[in-house]
């Protein structure tokens, strides 16, 4: 076999240089060159490059551009080539750049906006002089968490910018700032959030190199809106930068007003009446931020649809032990509410027996409690049991009592039904004890979790051990969903998985799923993740999470980006065979989509361009080979001319770590083709160069004996072929066929 490597892509040899009748080393055949003949015995002389003709008179306004001895020559209008060219790099550049989700213009004009006095002010500032369009092409909002500056953004830049400019908000994926990540297209409005705590941490030269990228935005008609987390904006020395201004959100809009357009624009106005009769429910809402107003929107939908739904299951108007039924004004002011005040009764003391004049709970019925804010109304035998173990995995005791057995213990307090009625609930005559109080019983676990930090790792213990299923349904992973929705910082995150990954890696990559899809702490859920891939622990659940976004139809080109880094830098990190068969198995049943197909091809030319990882390289050009095109494998026609097949090929096949994995798929395109008199040959030809070169002869023993038995449409054995093409005919009796080895 020759020490040399093949390069199908270089220049065929003049005559007398190379003859395919030569002996190669150890048996192969010189290489193989492309539309060369390779019978047994056939030479082959490279015709000369025959020079330009002149050009026609119609031909005289374009460019001539040929090749010749591996120059490029250019004649005429170079400045219509320079502007291919910039135009080529501009491509190339895109590949690294931040990607980001398209916004419909009418959409963002429909959605609840409300402006206050303040937020009128800024929006003035942000424009020119006062008149329409932006005042500069990068505009910095700076704003707290929670006070709407993305929707402040979206809705600037559909009103403000041209109705032909194209709208993105863009997803930071990257570890740190970098101008060279920002995107730049004619007629865009860009509008990205920086927000997260360490990634997205400001520093003077971005800022500098900002305001040059403030000119490239201004001649290309294009602009740049980046919303940022008041805790990142430390002093910058901003002053004035040409080309960038910056804003300042002090203040939320009004709490009532925001909740109200929510409700009008989802359908739900008569809420909105509800809402403006009761003193109570708009006491509760006074002061909240804009997320904290629109979550107090859902919530009184919930309210709503409970309601609905509970009169459609007891359409009497009391309720079994007589009392009347809750009204639907006082729903939505118990679901609004934040029960601080009743909670702080129930949470006030610590005891150890019940009193009837003492409201506080002992140990064992604050567990009873959260176990029903958890699991509402359910059987008896289930809140009860997931009550226990939240007791035992808190590992406390009663004081005096810990000498006693569980079952003296359990027997000596008060009976199950007393303790679940002091808690708030009721049992019906089916021993299901009837909890309905879902707005209380969210406040239950979120003043546990602010006011008991030592009782958060046991929370999160006991609700992923309880939880029935993975789905998103469950109640517990519902629970832990809102709760890292809520709550979701680069902490939390780590302290969720700590505990979850060795359990139920299942539930994890559930409550992640979700947390990566919502708008105010995806950005974190997806830092998260990229933090695991490396990790071989978490590396099941990352795949997890990216296999069901990338999966979905409809995924967006930034999401599937994203979801491709991660699964890209699994396969990187672990060497563990199982962890890069199971990337292999979800490039291989998602590559027939067109966003993850063009994901995955990005992929194969980013390792052939030595600038991506071999590994993850191979795994997508793997999974690529199951796609067909007429007849042939995708990857071998002219469709896919963006990947050098036959060096991939070659590539995997010298690599003893993918040899047989790569063998079985060309063994089925071959078997595919084998019967086709046209597409077989073809086929064999593409796939000839790949086996000749250094270290490939082992490679080519394998693939001719998984070939065995496999015959043309003229009953001739595709092995022999591969043989008799491949061994030189001086070396054959070294190196018999592989049917005849023995």
């Not at 865009?188 to 927000?195: G, I, N, V």
């Not at 107090?296 to 009169?311: C, G, K, P, S």
Request: hydrophobic share 40%; aromatic share 6%.
């Amino acid at each position: 076999m020759s020490e040399t490597p093949v390069d199908p892509n270089r220049p065929h040899l003049p005559a007398g240089e190379s003859d395919a009748s030569t002996p190669a080393h150890h048996g192969w055949k010189a290489p193989w060159r492309r539309h060369q003949d390779t019978d047994e015995g056939s030479g082959h002389n490279s015709a000369p490059v025959d020079p330009p003709d002149p050009p026609s008179a119609g031909q005289a306004d374009k460019p001539a551009v040929y090749t010749a001895d591996g120059a490029i020559h250019l004649h005429r209008h170079v400045d219509v080539v320079a502007q291919h060219i910039d135009e080529v790099i501009l491509e190339t550049r895109k590949r690294d750049v931040l990607e980001g989700d398209i916004q419909d213009r009418g959409v963002l004009l429909q959605q609840p906006f409300v402006r206050s006095e303040h937020w009128d002010e800024v929006w003035g500032q942000a424009l020119h002089h006062g008149a329409a369009g932006l005042r500069q092409p990068v505009l910095i909002v700076v704003a707290p968490r929670s006070f709407g500056s993305t929707t402040f953004a979206l809705r600037l830049l559909a009103e403000q910018t041209d109705g032909r400019t194209a709208m993105v908000k863009l997803d930071a994926d990257w570890s740190s700032p970098s101008r060279g990540r920002l995107p730049l297209e004619k007629d865009h409005a860009y509008q990205l959030d920086l927000k997260h705590p360490v990634n997205d941490a400001l520093s003077a030269d971005f800022l500098n190199a900002l305001s040059k990228h403030a000119d490239n935005l201004r001649g290309a008609r294009s602009s740049l809106v980046l919303t940022v987390a008041q805790d990142l904006w430390t002093d910058h020395h901003l002053g004035e930068r040409s080309g960038i201004h910056v804003l300042r959100l002090r203040h939320a809009p009004d709490a009532q007003s925001l909740i109200e357009a929510h409700l009008d624009t989802n359908g739900y106005s008569q809420l909105v009446d509800v809402l403006r009769s009761s003193a109570a429910a708009k006491a509760s809402v006074r002061g909240l931020s804009a997320v904290g107003a629109a979550r107090a929107a859902r919530t009184a939908v919930e309210a709503l649809q409970e309601h609905i739904h509970l009169d459609q299951q007891l359409p009497q108007p009391a309720a079994a032990d007589g009392t009347e039924r809750l009204t639907l004004v006082q729903r939505v002011e118990a679901a609004l509410t934040d029960w601080r005040v009743e909670l702080d009764s129930r949470f006030g003391e610590s005891t150890t027996r019940h009193s009837s004049d003492n409201p506080s709970l002992t140990l064992e019925d604050r567990c009873l409690l959260l176990a029903l804010a958890v699991w509402q109304s359910a059987p008896m035998p289930q809140v009860t049991h997931s009550a226990s173990k939240l007791q035992e995995s808190i590992a406390s005791s009663p004081v005096g009592m810990a000498a006693l057995s569980p079952a003296h213990s359990a027997f000596s307090s008060r009976g199950l039904r007393r303790r679940i009625m002091d808690v708030g609930a009721d049992v019906d005559t089916q021993d299901t004890v009837l909890f309905d109080r879902p707005a209380y019983g969210r406040a239950v676990l979120e003043y546990v979790w602010d006011n008991y930090d030592v009782m958060r790792d046991p929370l999160i213990a006991w609700l992923v051990s309880t939880a029935a299923d993975a789905s998103p349904e469950d109640r517990a992973v519902r629970v832990l969903t809102e709760l890292t929705v809520r709550h979701g910082t680069v902490d939390y995150l780590e302290r969720l998985g700590k505990i979850t990954r060795g359990v139920r890696p299942d539930v994890l990559g559930t409550v992640m799923d979700n947390a990566v899809r919502d708008e105010h702490v995806g950005r974190l859920a997806w830092s998260m993740l990229y933090r695991w891939a490396a990790r071989s622990e978490y590396a099941t659940v990352v795949i997890a999470v990216c296999w069901r976004i990338l999966k979905e139809p409809d995924v967006t080109a930034s999401a599937a980006k994203m979801a491709m880094v991660r699964l890209r830098r699994v396969a990187q990190s672990n060497d563990n065979p199982d962890t890069r068969r199971s990337v292999l198995t979800v490039f291989e049943q998602l590559a027939s989509q067109p966003e993850v197909k063009h994901r995955l091809v990005a992929e194969v030319r980013s390792w052939q361009q030595d600038k991506g990882s071999a590994r993850s390289g191979g795994l997508a050009f793997m999974a690529l080979t199951d796609l067909a095109d007429g007849g042939m494998p995708w990857l071998m026609s002219p469709s896919s001319s963006d990947i050098d097949a036959v060096r991939a090929v070659h590539d995997l096949l010298k690599d003893t770590d993918t040899t047989a994995e790569i063998i079985p798929r060309l063994t089925a395109w071959i078997r595919t083709c084998a019967d086709d008199p046209e597409l077989y040959p073809q086929l064999r030809d593409q796939l000839l160069p790949a086996l000749r070169g250094h270290n490939m002869f082992q490679a080519g023993a394998s693939l001719m004996q998984e070939l065995q038995g496999v015959s043309t449409t003229e009953g001739a054995s595709v092995a022999d072929d591969f043989y008799h093409h491949l061994v030189d005919v001086r070396l054959r009796a070294v190196f018999p066929p592989p049917g005849d080895a023995a």
